[in-house]
C-alpha cells in the first residue's frame, strides 16, 4: 500500500511494520469470509482457530496502528485500507448475522454454546474491525452506526458468558452514545425539541436499556438511576409506543430481577438485601405507569406481568407497613385486565393475611368461581384448598363462603339448563339442576371435611336442600361424606355435644346423600335415635326410627319404650325384634340389661324367656351365654312376683314357672351328657330343684296349682335325680326329698285311677298302673332307710305309700293283697301305714270279716310290737263304733296279747276293762242278753288278768246280779 511523501527510514520502519500488519489482518479476513461464505460450513474448532488468528492479528494491528498513527496524521496517506478494513469488517458481521440465522437452534445446549461463542468472537472482531475503519474524525452517523454494533457485539458476548469484553464493549459504546446528539430545542430554551430520527432513538435507547439491566444485575443501582433519568429527559418525547413498551419492559426486568436475586440469596442462605424489595417497587410502577399510556394487546399482557410482579413486591415483608393494602389494590388493577380464577385466589389470600371483612372475603371467593369458565375439577379443587386454609376463629365466615359457593353452582347448573333448552321456552329452573352438578359436589365435600360445627353444616345441607331438591352426590362421594360426618358425631358424642351429634348422624339421611340410602341411612337413624334417647327426648327418638323394620331398629324403639317407662309396649316389641331381619343376640342381652336397670321385672321376665327360647332354638348361634344362669334369674324373678300377690296366687304365674322348671330340667339335662361337663351345672341343679320343691310345697294346696302340682313335682324329682347323678357325694335328706316328690307325682296317676270305674277295664289298668309306680317307690323308700337312721320326710312318703296302695287293694278288690301287706314285716312299714291299714279295712264293707280280723290281729300283732298303746286304745274305740261283731274279736286278741305280757300299763287295761263291760251293759240295756254276757264274760276276764282285785271282785259282784236278771251261761262263766 503506497504512502507518500516518503518519510525517514524509522519511520518508514514503522510504516512497514503496519503495512505487513495491514496485510496479514485484510488477509485472515478475507480467508476467513471465504471460509464462512462457502458451502461446506467450517467445523468449530476451525473457525475458533481461524478466529483466534483474527483476534491476534487485529491486536496487532491496533498496536501497530497506534505506534504509527501520528505519523499518519503528519503525511498524506492512502484511505484505501480504512475502506478495506470498513469493507471486510461489514462482510464479517453479515456474515455473522447469516451464521447466527443459521445456528438459532443448533440442537443441544452445548451445540449452542459453542454457537453462541463463535459468534460472539466474530462480532468482537467484526466490530472492532468496523471500528477501525471507520474515517475520522467520527460524524454523528458514524457514532449512531458504531452504537448500534456495540449493543448488539454486547448482546452476543453477554449470551456467551464472555462478561469481561462484554464490559468494554458496553464503554465503548457508552463513549459513541455520548457523542450522540438528540438535537437542540427548537427555540433554544429547554422545551421542545426537533424530533431526531426514529432509528436514532432506538439504537440508544437500545443502549440505555441494555446498560440499565447490566447495571441492575452488577448491582450499580445508581448508575442503573441515572440512565433512567436520561431516558425520562432526553428520550421520553420522542418515545412511540413501541419503545414505550420496550422500556417498561426493561423496569419490570430490573424489578423482577431484583426480586429473583433476593429469593436467590435466600435460598442459598446468604444474607439478602431487606431492602431489594423496596427497591424493585420504584421500577415496576415506572414500568406500570409507562403502560397504562399505551393501548394494545401487547401492552395488556405486559401490564399483567407488571403487575403480578408488583404485587409480589408488595408482599415482601420489607415493602412496608402498608404493603398490604398496596398489593390488594394493584391485584384489583390486575383483575380487571385478567380476572383468572387464579388471580382471585390470590386475592383472597391477601384478604385474609390483611383480616379483611366477611363480606368481602366471600365476595372474593364468589368473584373467584365465576372467573372460572369453564369449570374444571381442579380449578374448583384449588379454590376450595383456600377456603381450606381459613383460620378456625372464622367459622361463620367459611359457613357464609359455603352458602354463596353453593348458590354460584346452582346460578352455573341453571346456565347450563338454560343452554341445554334454549331452544325450548322459559329459562331453567332448580328442578332442571343436574343430580351430579361437578362443583356443588365439590363444595358439598369440602364443607362435610372443613366445616366442624353441627348446626353450620346443617344448615348448608337445608340450603342446599331447598335450593337444588334433585341434586345428589355419586356414591363414592356420598360414601366419604357420610364417613366424615360420622367421625364428627362421634367426636361431638365424646365431647358431650350428644344433641349435636344427633343432628350431625341426620345430615347423613339428606336427599342429597341417597346413594347411600340402602346402605347406611338406616344406621345413622338409629346413631340418632341412640343420642336422642341419651336426652330422654324420646318423641324424637322415636321419628328417627319410625319406618325401620330391622332388628336394631326395633331394639332402638324398645330401648326408647323402656327409657319412657313404656314397659307393655316393649313387651309387645320383644317378638318383632328377634324374628326381624338383622336380628343377633347382643340384641336380647342389651334389651334384658335396659330392663333390669329401669326395674321392671315383668319385662326383664318377657326378655329372659325370649332369650332363653332363642338360645334353645340357635344353640351354634349362642356363644359366651349361659342359660341355666338366665334360668335361674328369670324363676327368681317370677317368684318375687308371686311374693308380692301372696294372698291370691297368679295362676298365669305358677304355670309359667313349672314351664321355665321344665324347660331348665330339658337343658341341663342335655348339658349333662356333654363332654366336658359344664363346671357348675351341679351347682345350677342343685339350686333349681331346691327352689322349685319349696315353692311346690308352698302351693300344692292351693287352687292357682291346682292338678298341675302333681308334673311339677315330678319335674323337681328329676332335677334331683339329675343332681345326684353329677354330684360326687349324696345327702340322705335330698334323697328323702326325691322319694317324697316321686310320690306326689304319683297323685296324678291316683287322680285318673279314681276318675275311672273299677267295672270298667279302663280303672282296672289304672290302678294297677298305680300299684306297680306304688311298689317300685316303695322298693326304693325301703333300700333308702335300710341301715340308716331315722328320717321323718322318708317315714312319712312310707305311711302314704301304704295308702296309696291299700286304696288301690280297696279299689279293686284285693284284699288279700292287703292282708299280706298287713302281714308283711312291720320293720319295713311305718306305724301310721299299719294304722291306715287296719282302719281302712274296718271302715271299708266291701272287705270280708274274715279278712277284718285276720288284719285286725296282724295290726295288733304289730302295734304290741312296736308298743304303740294308743293305737291300741284308738283302735279300740273305732270298732266299738262302727264294727261291734269285729270289735269283739279284736278285744279278745287283745286280751290274748295281755296275758303274754309281764307289764302293760294299769290304766290302758283299765280301759279296756271298762270299755268292754260298758258295751256288755249297753247289750243288756238294748235287750241283746247273749252280746251282754259275752261282753261283760270278757271284761271279767280283763279284770281278773290285770293287777286290780277291786276292780275284778266288783265286777263279779255286778256280773253275777246281771245274770240273775238275764239267766243265760252266764253263771258257767260266773264259776269259771
Known amino acids: 500500500m503506497a504512502l507518500t511523501p516518503a518519510p525517514a527510514p524509522r519511520k518508514r520502519a514503522k510504516l512497514d511494520t503496519f503495512a505487513a500488519s495491514l496485510d496479514e489482518l485484510i488477509s485472515q479476513l478475507q480467508t476467513i469470509n471465504s471460509s464462512l461464505a462457502s458451502d461446506s460450513a467450517p467445523s468449530h474448532s476451525s473457525l475458533i482457530r481461524e478466529l483466534n488468528s483474527l483476534t491476534l492479528k487485529r491486536e496487532a494491528f491496533e498496536g501497530s496502528l497506534r505506534r504509527v498513527k501520528k505519523q499518519l496524521e503528519e503525511v498524506e496517506q492512502s484511505k484505501d485500507w480504512r475502506e478495506e478494513l470498513d469493507r471486510d469488517g461489514v462482510e464479517l458481521w453479515n456474515r455473522s448475522t447469516a451464521l447466527k440465522d443459521s445456528w438459532d437452534d443448533f440442537g443441544s445446549a452445548t451445540e449452542n454454546?459453542?454457537?453462541?461463542?463463535?459468534?460472539?468472537?466474530?462480532?468482537?472482531?467484526?466490530?472492532?474491525?468496523?471500528?477501525?475503519?471507520?474515517?475520522?474524525?467520527?460524524?454523528?452517523?458514524?457514532?449512531?452506526?458504531?452504537?448500534?454494533?456495540?449493543?448488539?457485539?454486547?448482546?452476543?458476548?453477554?449470551?456467551?458468558?464472555?462478561?469481561?469484553?462484554?464490559?468494554?464493549?458496553?464503554?465503548?459504546g457508552a463513549e459513541h452514545c455520548a457523542s450522540i446528539s438528540l438535537g437542540p430545542p427548537l427555540d433554544g430554551s429547554q422545551g421542545a425539541r426537533a424530533s431526531p430520527p426514529l432509528s436514532t432513538v432506538r439504537i440508544v435507547l437500545a443502549h440505555y436499556t441494555t446498560r440499565i439491566t447490566l447495571s441492575i444485575q452488577s448491582g450499580k443501582m445508581g448508575v442503573a438511576e441515572?440512565?433512567?433519568?436520561?431516558?425520562?429527559?432526553?428520550?421520553?418525547?420522542?418515545?412511540?409506543?413501541?419503545?414505550?413498551?420496550?422500556?417498561?419492559?426493561?423496569?419490570?426486568?430490573?424489578?423482577?430481577?431484583?426480586?429473583?436475586?433476593?429469593?436467590?440469596?435466600?435460598?442459598s442462605s446468604s444474607a439478602a438485601d431487606e431492602g431489594e424489595s423496596a427497591k424493585a417497587l420504584p421500577w415496576l410502577l415506572w414500568a406500570f405507569e409507562l403502560l397504562e399510556g399505551v393501548q394494545g394487546e401487547a401492552s395488556e399482557a405486559m401490564k399483567i406481568n407488571v403487575l403480578s410482579v408488583l404485587v409480589e413486591a408488595y408482599l415482601d415483608p420489607s415493602a412496608g407497613s402498608s404493603r398490604l393494602e398496596k398489593a390488594d389494590q394493584t391485584l384489583i388493577k390486575l383483575l380487571r385486565l385478567q380476572p383468572t380464577a387464579a388471580l382471585w385466589r390470590r386475592r383472597i389470600k391477601l384478604l385474609v393475611a390483611r383480616s379483611a371483612g366477611d363480606g368481602e372475603i366471600t365476595r372474593a371467593f364468589v368473584e373467584?368461581?365465576?372467573?372460572?369458565?369453564?369449570?374444571?375439577?381442579?380449578?374448583?379443587?384449588r379454590l376450595l384448598q383456600e377456603l381450606h386454609k381459613l383460620p378456625d376463629n372464622r367459622r361463620s365466615l367459611k359457613s357464609g363462603v359455603y352458602e354463596a359457593l353453593v348458590d354460584v353452582a346452582?346460578?352455573?347448573?341453571?346456565?347450563?339448563?338454560?343452554?341445554?333448552?334454549?331452544?325450548?321456552?322459559?329459562?331453567?329452573?332448580?328442578?332442571?339442576?343436574?343430580?351430579?352438578?361437578?362443583?356443588?359436589?365439590?363444595?358439598?365435600?369440602?364443607?362435610?371435611?372443613?366445616?366442624?360445627?353441627?348446626?353450620?353444616l346443617h344448615t348448608l345441607f337445608e340450603h342446599i336442600s331447598g335450593a337444588a331438591p334433585s341434586f345428589q352426590l355419586d356414591p363414592q362421594s356420598a360414601f366419604l361424606c357420610t364417613t366424615y360426618i360420622w367421625r364428627s358425631a362421634d367426636k361431638a358424642h365424646a365431647q358431650g355435644k350428644t344433641e349435636e351429634a344427633a343432628e350431625l348422624c341426620l345430615l347423613c339421611t339428606k336427599p342429597m346423600l341417597a346413594a347411600m340410602k340402602e346402605t347406611t341411612w338406616s344406621k345413622s337413624f338409629r346413631k340418632a335415635a341412640l343420642c336422642y334417647g341419651e336426652l330422654k327426648k324420646y318423641d324424637e327418638a322415636e321419628k328417627s326410627i319410625a319406618h325401620d323394620s330391622s332388628a336394631k331398629g326395633r331394639f332402638l324403639r324398645l330401648y326408647n319404650l323402656i327409657g319412657n317407662a313404656r314397659y307393655e309396649e316393649a313387651a309387645a316389641l320383644i317378638e318383632a325384634m328377634v324374628s326381624a331381619e338383622g336380628f343377633y343376640l347382643q340384641l336380647l342381652l342389651w334389651t334384658a340389661k335396659a330392663a333390669q336397670e329401669a326395674g321392671s321385672d315383668p319385662l326383664l321376665s318377657?326378655?329372659?324367656?325370649?332369650?332363653?327360647?332363642?338360645?334353645?332354638?340357635?344353640?351354634?348361634?349362642?356363644?359366651?351365654?349361659?342359660?341355666?344362669?338366665?334360668?335361674?334369674?328369670?324363676?327368681?324373678?317370677?317368684?318375687?312376683?308371686?311374693?308380692?300377690?301372696?294372698?291370691?296366687?297368679?295362676?298365669?304365674?305358677?304355670?309359667?314357672?313349672?314351664?321355665?322348671?321344665?324347660?331348665?330340667?330339658?337343658?341341663?339335662?342335655?348339658?349333662?351328657?356333654?363332654?366336658?361337663?359344664?363346671?357348675?351345672?351341679?351347682?345350677?341343679?342343685?339350686?333349681?330343684?331346691?327352689?322349685?320343691?319349696?315353692?311346690?310345697?308352698?302351693?300344692?294346696?292351693?287352687?292357682?296349682?291346682?292338678?298341675?302340682?302333681?308334673?311339677?313335682?315330678?319335674?323337681?324329682?328329676?332335677?334331683?335325680?339329675?343332681?345326684?347323678s353329677l354330684s360326687t357325694s349324696t345327702n340322705p335328706k335330698d334323697l328323702a326329698t326325691l322319694?317324697?316328690?316321686?310320690?306326689?307325682?304319683?297323685?296324678?296317676?291316683?287322680?285318673?285311677?279314681?276318675?275311672?270305674?273299677?267295672?270298667?277295664?279302663?280303672?282296672?289298668?289304672?290302678?294297677?298302673?298305680?300299684?306297680?309306680?306304688?311298689?317300685?317307690?316303695?322298693?326304693?323308700?325301703?333300700?333308702?332307710?335300710r341301715g340308716k337312721?331315722?328320717?321323718?320326710?322318708?317315714?312319712?312318703?312310707?305311711?302314704?305309700?301304704?295308702?296309696?296302695?291299700?286304696?288301690?287293694?280297696?279299689?279293686?278288690?284285693?284284699?288279700?293283697?292287703?292282708?299280706?301287706?298287713?302281714?308283711?314285716?312291720?320293720?319295713?312299714?311305718?306305724?301310721?301305714?299299719?294304722?291306715?291299714?287296719?282302719?281302712?279295712?274296718?271302715?271299708?264293707?266291701?272287705?270280708?270279716?274274715?279278712?277284718?280280723?285276720?288284719?285286725?290281729k296282724a295290726t295288733l300283732k304289730n302295734l304290741f310290737g312296736r308298743g304303740d298303746l294308743d293305737t291300741i286304745r284308738l283302735m279300740a274305740g273305732l270298732l266299738l263304733e262302727d264294727k261291734p261283731d269285729e270289735a269283739f274279736e279284736y278285744f279278745s286278741i287283745a286280751v290274748s296279747f295281755l296275758a303274754s305280757l309281764s307289764s302293760y300299763p294299769i290304766e290302758e287295761q283299765s280301759w279296756l276293762t271298762i270299755s268292754a263291760w260298758d258295751k256288755g251293759i249297753d247289750a243288756f240295756t238294748g235287750h241283746h242278753p247273749s252280746a251282754g254276757h259275752q261282753w261283760c264274760s270278757l271284761a271279767l276276764r280283763l279284770a281278773r288278768s290285770s293287777q286290780a282285785p277291786l276292780l275284778a271282785k266288783q265286777m263279779e259282784n255286778d256280773y253275777k246280779s246281771l245274770c240273775e236278771k238275764f239267766p243265760e251261761d252266764g253263771e258257767e262263766e260266773m264259776r269259771g
Open 113 to 172: 454454546d459453542k454457537a453462541k461463542e463463535v459468534i460472539a468472537l466474530i462480532r468482537l472482531n467484526a466490530f472492532k474491525i468496523i471500528r477501525l475503519g471507520a474515517p475520522e474524525p467520527l460524524e454523528e452517523k458514524d457514532h449512531v452506526a458504531l452504537l448500534a454494533l456495540s449493543t448488539k457485539t454486547y448482546t452476543a458476548l453477554s449470551s456467551s458468558t464472555n462478561l469481561a469484553a462484554a464490559d468494554d464493549i458496553l464503554s465503548v
Open 226 to 267: 441515572w440512565i433512567k433519568s436520561k431516558i425520562k429527559d432526553e428520550l421520553f418525547g420522542f418515545l412511540q409506543e413501541r419503545e414505550i413498551c420496550k422500556v417498561a419492559n426493561t423496569a419490570h426486568e430490573a424489578g423482577r430481577w431484583m426480586l429473583a436475586s433476593k429469593a436467590r440469596r435466600e435460598s
Open 368 to 381: 373467584a368461581s365465576t372467573a372460572v369458565t369453564p369449570w374444571t375439577e381442579d380449578e374448583g379443587a
Open 410 to 456: 346452582i346460578q352455573m347448573q341453571q346456565r347450563e339448563a338454560c343452554n341445554r333448552d334454549s331452544m325450548s321456552e322459559g329459562s331453567a329452573s332448580t328442578s332442571s339442576i343436574s343430580p351430579t352438578s361437578p362443583f356443588l359436589a365439590q363444595v358439598v365435600m369440602s364443607a362435610v371435611l372443613s366445616i366442624k360445627s353441627g348446626p353450620s
Open 606 to 724: 318377657k326378655v329372659l324367656e325370649c332369650l332363653i327360647t332363642y338360645s334353645a332354638r340357635h344353640e351354634e348361634a349362642v356363644v359366651g351365654v349361659d342359660c341355666m344362669v338366665l334360668f335361674r334369674q328369670l324363676i327368681r324373678l317370677l317368684m318375687y312376683q308371686l311374693s308380692d300377690e301372696e294372698e291370691e296366687v297368679n295362676a298365669e304365674l305358677l304355670s309359667l314357672l313349672r314351664g321355665h322348671f321344665a324347660a331348665a330340667l330339658k337343658l341341663a339335662t342335655r348339658l349333662s351328657k356333654q363332654t366336658p361337663i359344664p363346671e357348675k351345672l351341679a351347682q345350677g341343679v342343685a339350686w333349681l330343684y331346691r327352689i322349685g320343691y319349696n315353692l311346690c310345697t308352698r302351693f300344692i294346696n292351693n287352687p292357682a296349682l291346682g292338678s298341675s302340682s302333681c308334673s311339677f313335682f315330678g319335674v323337681i324329682a328329676s332335677l334331683i335325680e339329675l343332681e345326684t
Open 739 to 785: 322319694m317324697r316328690c316321686r310320690l306326689v307325682a304319683l297323685t296324678e296317676d291316683l287322680n285318673s285311677a279314681r276318675a275311672a270305674s273299677t267295672t270298667t277295664s279302663a280303672g282296672v289298668d289304672a290302678y294297677k298302673k298305680l300299684l306297680s309306680h306304688l311298689d317300685k317307690l316303695e322298693t326304693d323308700c325301703a333300700e333308702l332307710s
Open 789 to 856: 337312721p331315722r328320717n321323718e320326710q322318708l317315714e312319712r312318703t312310707r305311711e302314704t305309700l301304704g295308702a296309696l296302695k291299700l286304696e288301690a287293694f280297696a279299689a279293686l278288690g284285693d284284699w288279700g293283697r292287703a292282708l299280706e301287706l298287713a302281714e308283711a314285716d312291720s320293720s319295713v312299714r311305718t306305724e301310721k301305714s299299719i294304722k291306715i291299714l287296719a282302719q281302712k279295712a274296718v271302715e271299708d264293707d266291701s272287705c270280708p270279716p274274715a279278712i277284718v280280723l285276720e288284719i285286725l
